[in-house]
C-alpha cells in the first residue's frame, strides 16, 4: 500500500502515494506524558487509563494485559511503544461505549419507566403500499433487540384463516401463524427482556377465536397473561423475562376508524419524502412549531387513529372471551377528547397511540400533560400515513415528553433510524432503556418536566476528530472517485432536546485514504440524559452528491471519556470491518 494507480483515459494514468498510518501529534503528546525512555510500562499505561481515560477502576493487572495483548509487537511485559500505544488506541477493545457492563439499569420498575425498542408494522419487508409482507423484517428486528412488534390481521382470501398484512394496500400477505412461530424462534436471541406484541385486528369473532388458539399453543407457558382485565399497574422487564405480552384495544369493528383515518391522511398536504440524500434526509427540527403551524387547530376533532375508542363502547358483546383474555397491555383512547386521553387514572394503567403528526401537535399545548401521563402509563407515536416510502421521523419529541414506545419502521434506513439505533445502544442493547428521573418524578410544587422551557447548561462535550482509518480495505478503491482517492469530511454533532441538537463538520482532506482533521468541537448541553452522539463520514464531490462513508449514534449517558477508537456502520446499521474514527471525549 505504497502507490495507488488510476486510469484517467487510455493513455493518461494518475499514480497517488499511499501514506502510513501515523499517530497524530496528542497523540505522541500524551505518549510522551506517560513513558519513560520511549517504553510506557503498566504502571505508567494504569495512569493513563486513570487519568486521561477516567476509568477510575484500572489497575496494573488489566494494564499489563493489554500490554500483552501486543506482545508479538515487542518484548512481552516490557512496555508500550509509540507505535504499539497508537495501535491500543485505535484498536476494538478501546470502544466509545464499555461492552463488559451489559444491563446496568433497574429493570424492577413498571414497564412505563423505560424506553422501548418498538417497530411499526414489522412484517414489512420494504414501502408501506406494494412491498411484500414476511416474517424475515420481524426475525432481523429481533435480532438486532427490538422489543416490540406489530402485526396487523385480516382474513385470508378463503376467510378461513389469518394472514397479515398492510391492509387496502398491494402489500402480499405472510401466515399469521409463520410470524407467531418467527417471534418465539427468535424472541429472546438478542435480549431476555419480553417481547410486546400490539396486533391491530380486523377480524370476525370466530377468527379471534383461533387467533387466541394460534397465540396459546405457539407460545405456551411464555405468553403473560394478566390475573384482571385491568392493570393498576405495568409489571416490570425483570419480572417479565422471557415472557410474551399481547397489546391491543379490546376488540371491536375497524372499519368505521380506518375510514376517519383515511380521510385524514388524504387531508394531509403534500407527501413525505424519502431519503433525498445518499446517506439519508437530515433530522427534522421541532424547534419552532406552534398551533398555527398546522392545519386547522382543535385538536379533539382532528386527532383520530387506529385506536380510537370510547369506554364506553359496547361493541364488545361479539368479541371471542378468549381473544379478550390475551391482552394484558389494554390500548384505545377515553371518549372526551385529547383532556380525557392524557387523564391520569390511578386504577388503571393503559396505552394510547398518536401518530408523529398528533404528537407534534398535542405538545403544543398539552407537553406537560402528556409527560405526567407517560410516568403510570404509555404512549406509543408511529409514523404518519403519508410516509408510504418507510421513512421515519425525529424520535425525540417522543422521548422528551416520556413516549415509551416510539415505533419506527425498521427497513427505512437513514438518520432518525439511526438515532434509535443509538439509544438503544444503551443499557447492554436490551431494548429496554431506563428513562432520566426528571421524566418520572414531580417537583415538591407537584410540577413535571416541562420540554418547551429553557434550561441552563448542565455540561459540555468537548469532541475531538484525529483521524480515520479503513475505508481502503472496506471499499473497492474507484467506489468514492474513479480518478483519485477519496476527500473526506466529518460531522459531528448532537440529537437531543431542540436547544441541543446541532451538527458541526470538519474540513476536507483530499485524496487522501487515511484523512486527518485534528479539530476540537465543543457542544453545551442543557438535557444531556436524552443527548444522543452523531457521528457521520462523507466524501466530498463537487459535481455530484457527496458520497456516504460511515455512521454511528452513541448514547451520551454511556460515553466513555478518553481517546477512543470509533466504529462507523453502514446505512443500514451494519459494522463495516475495518471503518473507524480516532476521537478524544472530554466532559467540562
Not at 506482545?71 to 504499539?84: I, M, Q, S
Request: glycine share 6%; net charge negative.
Amino acid at each position: 500500500m505504497s502507490k495507488q494507480t488510476y486510469s484517467v483515459c487510455l493513455c493518461w494514468r494518475r499514480r497517488f502515494k499511499l501514506a502510513l498510518s501515523e499517530a497524530p501529534q496528542e497523540i505522541k503528546t500524551l505518549f510522551n506524558n506517560y513513558s519513560e525512555n520511549d517504553l510506557m510500562t503498566a504502571t505508567n499505561l494504569k495512569r493513563f487509563l486513570i487519568e486521561v481515560q477516567k476509568q477510575e477502576q484500572a489497575t496494573e493487572e488489566e494494564a499489563q494485559a493489554i500490554i500483552d495483548s501486543f506482545k508479538h509487537f515487542h518484548r512481552r511485559g516490557a512496555g508500550l511503544n509509540l507505535e504499539t500505544f497508537f495501535k491500543f488506541l485505535f484498536s476494538d477493545n478501546n470502544h466509545p461505549l464499555s461492552p463488559s457492563i451489559g444491563v446496568h439499569h433497574d429493570m424492577t420498575l413498571p414497564l412505563s419507566h423505560y424506553f422501548i425498542y418498538t417497530g411499526h408494522n414489522s412484517y414489512l419487508t420494504g414501502n408501506q403500499l406494494s412491498s411484500d409482507c414476511s416474517d424475515v423484517p420481524i426475525v432481523n428486528a429481533l435480532k438486532r433487540g427490538v422489543r416490540v412488534i406489530e402485526l396487523d390481521l385480516w382474513p385470508n382470501a378463503s376467510k378461513d384463516d389469518v394472514d397479515v398484512l398492510h391492509g387496502r394496500t398491494l402489500t402480499t400477505p405472510v401466515e399469521l401463524i409463520r410470524c407467531l412461530r418467527s417471534i418465539k424462534e427468535h424472541a429472546f436471541v438478542a435480549s431476555e427482556y419480553p417481547v410486546v406484541i400490539t396486533l391491530e385486528d380486523h377480524l370476525t369473532p370466530d377468527l379471534q377465536a383461533k387467533v387466541a388458539e394460534m397465540v396459546t399453543q405457539t407460545f405456551g407457558e411464555i405468553l403473560f397473561t394478566p390475573g384482571s382485565e385491568n392493570l393498576k399497574e405495568f409489571p416490570s422487564p425483570e419480572s417479565l423475562k422471557k415472557r410474551i405480552i399481547i397489546s391491543t384495544k379490546p376488540p371491536k369493528e375497524y372499519l368505521e376508524v380506518k375510514e376517519v383515518k383515511e380521510k385524514e391522511d388524504d387531508s394531509l398536504q403534500g407527501k413525505a419524502s424519502g431519503d433525498d440524500e445518499a446517506w439519508g434526509k437530515e433530522i427534522a427540527s421541532f424547534k419552532c412549531g406552534s398551533l398555527s403551524d398546522y392545519k386547522g387547530n382543535n385538536l379533539d376533532k382532528d386527532i383520530h387513529d387506529e385506536e380510537d375508542l370510547s369506554e364506553s363502547d359496547k361493541s364488545h358483546h361479539n368479541v371471542a372471551p378468549e381473544y379478550k383474555g390475551l391482552i394484558a397491555i389494554h390500548a384505545g383512547k377515553s371518549k372526551g377528547g385529547i383532556e380525557a386521553w392524557f387523564k391520569v387514572d390511578p386504577d388503571k394503567a393503559k396505552r394510547i397511540s398518536l401518530s408523529e403528526q398528533q404528537l407534534e401537535k398535542a405538545v403544543i399545548t398539552h407537553g406537560k400533560e402528556i409527560v405526567r401521563f407517560t410516568q403510570r402509563n404509555i404512549l406509543r407515536v408511529f409514523p404518519k400515513g403519508t410516509r408510504i416510502d418507510s421513512s421515519n421521523y425525529n424520535p425525540l419529541i417522543g422521548w422528551m415528553h416520556g413516549a415509551q414506545m416510539v415505533a419506527f419502521n425498521m427497513q427505512g434506513y437513514g438518520r432518525s433510524l439511526w438515532l434509535m439505533h443509538g439509544m438503544f445502544r444503551a443499557n447492554g442493547g436490551c431494548g429496554y432503556v431506563k428513562k432520566p428521573d426528571f421524566l418520572l418524578k414531580t417537583d415538591p410544587n407537584n410540577e413535571v418536566f416541562d420540554p418547551r422551557a429553557k434550561l441552563p447548561v448542565k455540561t459540555t462535550l468537548k469532541v475531538t476528530v484525529f483521524m480515520g482509518e479503513g475505508w481502503y480495505y472496506d471499499f473497492k478503491h474507484t467506489h468514492f472517485d474513479q480518478y483519485s482517492p477519496p476527500d473526506f469530511y466529518a460531522r459531528v454533532g448532537i440529537a437531543g432536546v431542540p436547544n441541543d441538537s446541532i451538527m458541526k463538520k470538519t474540513k476536507a482532506i483530499e485524496d487522501n485514504w487515511l484523512p486527518t482533521w485534528n479539530e476540537t468541537f465543543e457542544f453545551p448541553l442543557t438535557v444531556p440524559e436524552l443527548a444522543l452522539l452523531r457521528i457521520e463520514v462523507h466524501e466530498y464531490d463537487m459535481s455530484e452528491k457527496d458520497d456516504f462513508g460511515g455512521q454511528t449514534c452513541l448514547p451520551l449517558s454511556e460515553l466513555r471519556s478518553g481517546v477512543r477508537a470509533v466504529s462507523l456502520h453502514s446505512q443500514k446499521g451494519d459494522k463495516y470491518n475495518s471503518v473507524k474514527l480516532l476521537m478524544r471525549f472530554e466532559f467540562l
